[in-house]
């Protein structure tokens, strides 16, 4: 998986608890993105970050946030959890934020919300 | 607006016969369209993509796809179906974000 790790692998947390998802890369890949998957809707982008310290929003952000401290590694948090982010959560590192280069995707974590 | 669609949420095949899995697109501008796969339990793999070259575009494992612009398609084509193609496939529209297809199950039945 193009030299990406996500921890926890899965997660199973109480409503109203804080959670945080861990992306690291050793690709030195300046673009990391987190991404959820849900049935009958693909993968939908929640935050993005262009560089250490700087990250964006994305498609389905509300509830979400992120940090960058270091380039290798992206969290994503949620401050509460609420059972609407029982999901699988994946990670995906880029090069380069054009219409042209791939996105290489980590194996998932698997977060249930009861 | 920009969207991509894929027709089928499911599709089965025997082993040996071929694979069609279909994807149309709305964009703006000239797209950029990948096909990702996603085996069980796995992360995505980029499968193949076209970025305004060559409009019959060849990926890994014996897969193609088409860009036709008239018909605002990329369809994904296989001749003959394996056993270990079965998975979920994503075909992914990109212009300024990246937007994903709602996935496309491939079941082989031997």
């Known amino acids: 998986d193009a030299g990406i790790t996500q921890s926890p692998r899965h997660k199973v947390t109480e409503t109203g608890t804080p959670v945080t998802l861990r992306c690291h890369q050793t690709?030195?890949?300046?673009?990391m993105y987190w991404y959820r998957q849900d049935p009958g809707h693909g993968l939908r982008l929640i935050h993005y970050?262009?560089?250490?310290?700087?990250?964006d929003k994305g498609e389905v952000s509300d509830g979400y946030s992120v940090s960058r401290s270091k380039t290798e590694d992206f969290l994503l948090t949620l401050e509460s959890a609420t059972s609407s982010q029982t999901s699988v959560y994946f990670c995906?590192?880029?090069?380069?934020?054009?219409?042209?280069?791939?996105?290489?995707f980590g194996p998932g974590t698997r977060l249930t919300v009861l | 607006a920009q969207s991509v669609t894929q027709l089928d949420s499911h599709v089965s095949v025997s082993e040996g016969t071929p694979v069609l899995l279909r994807c149309n697109y709305s964009?703006?501008?000239?797209?950029?369209l990948f096909w990702y796969v996603q085996h069980p339990n796995k992360g995505l793999q980029l499968l193949l993509k076209?970025?305004?070259?060559?409009?019959l575009v060849k990926g890994i494992n014996g897969f193609e796809a088409e860009f036709k612009k008239s018909e605002t398609s990329f369809h994904l084509t296989k001749p003959s179906a394996h056993m270990s193609d079965a998975a979920e496939y994503f075909c992914?529209?990109?212009?300024?974000?990246?937007?994903f297809g709602a996935g496309t199950r491939l079941t082989v039945k031997p």
């Open positions: 992914v529209l990109i212009n300024n974000d990246m937007r």
């Open positions: 995906a590192i880029s090069n380069w934020d054009n219409s042209y280069n791939e996105q290489f």
């Open positions: 970050s262009y560089g250490v310290k700087d990250t």
């Open positions: 076209y970025t305004s070259a060559a409009t």
């Open positions: 964009s703006s501008y000239s797209p950029s």
């Open positions: 690709e030195n890949h300046r673009y």
